[in-house]
């Protein structure tokens, strides 16, 4: 068993990472909040924009976007989007490991290149020496659409080029705070659901007057739109960091508690055999003592008889 001081000193250790972890954990909560709440606020503009160019392109079947070109595929891209800090369970490993699976099995006989978005991703994919044309890692804590602007220009342009025939986010699915998972989001090229729409159990249709024409505004929707996606994979993404690293930085903090009250109760089994010991060594002195007190009476008896 260790001694005491050793004990004492393990404890104190543990509590100072026990005030480490309760403190990130607050931290988080007060992230979650703003990544939360900004997730959630994009959304219904994603969807209506979504919808909106559904629209157009199904009441205008002869205009068609190159960037909705399909073809066969010589090379793909991956915008892989993980967190920038670990401390967050297996949130960034499981980011990782459906991104690798998606380039083996989807993209088996095409060539990929990885684009991370966050520095644990751009790590582990540099580790492995894997293609990555450009890393984007400055994302703020609550992302705006120029951090993400730069990356869907980068695919947009090289897919346009010829350079790139498909491509795909790897990004953590935000459904609610205690409901995230891994998913693929098809960026390139897009495809849109053109089943019309229903309302009272009567199929609708909507008319447009364009100005100038329908292809002109999809010129300069879609660019808007693939920002968009990309935009909202980086919130919501962020806003799973934050749950991951709470729930983490919460288990983390239980845990510490437990070990605190076990090395507190062998702290206090040791202070006993310490002080059962002392005693043991008291009384085991005190017998000695009175032995050598009796032999010495019965030293001096002896002596007065003899004299």
Known sequence: MANSRDIKQRIQSVKSTQQITKAMKVVSAAKLHKAQAAALASRPYTKKLTQVIRRIVENSQDTRNPLMQQRPCKRAAIILVTGNKGLAGGFNGNLIRLAMG????????????????????????????????????????????????????????????????????????????????????????????????????????????????????????????????????????????????????????????????????????SRQAAITKELTEIMGGAEALEQIEREAEEAEEASQEAS
């Open 102 to 269: 998606l380039a083996k099995e989807k993209y088996k006989d095409c060539p990929v290149d990885f684009i991370p978005v966050g520095s644990k991703g751009r790590d582990f994919l540099r580790s492995h020496e894997q293609s990555m044309p450009a890393e984007f890692i400055k994302i703020s804590d609550v992302p705006r659409t120029s951090d993400t602007k730069p990356a869907a220009e980068l695919v947009t342009e090289k897919f346009l080029a010829g350079d790139y025939d498909a491509v795909d986010i790897v990004y953590q699915a935000f459904l609610s705070p205690g409901h995230q998972e891994p998913s693929v989001r098809p960026l390139l090229p897009l495809a849109f659901d053109l089943a019309g729409e229903t309302k009272g159990g009567r199929e609708v249709h909507y008319d447009y007057i364009f100005e100038p024409d329908a292809a002109g505004v999809l010129d300069a929707l879609i660019p808007m739109y693939i920002n968009n996606l990309v935009f909202q994979s980086v919130l919501e993404t962020k806003a799973g960091e934050y749950v991951a690293r709470l729930m983490a930085m919460g288990a983390a903090t239980e845990n510490a508690e437990k070990m605190i009250n076990a090395l507190v109760l062998s702290y206090n089994r």
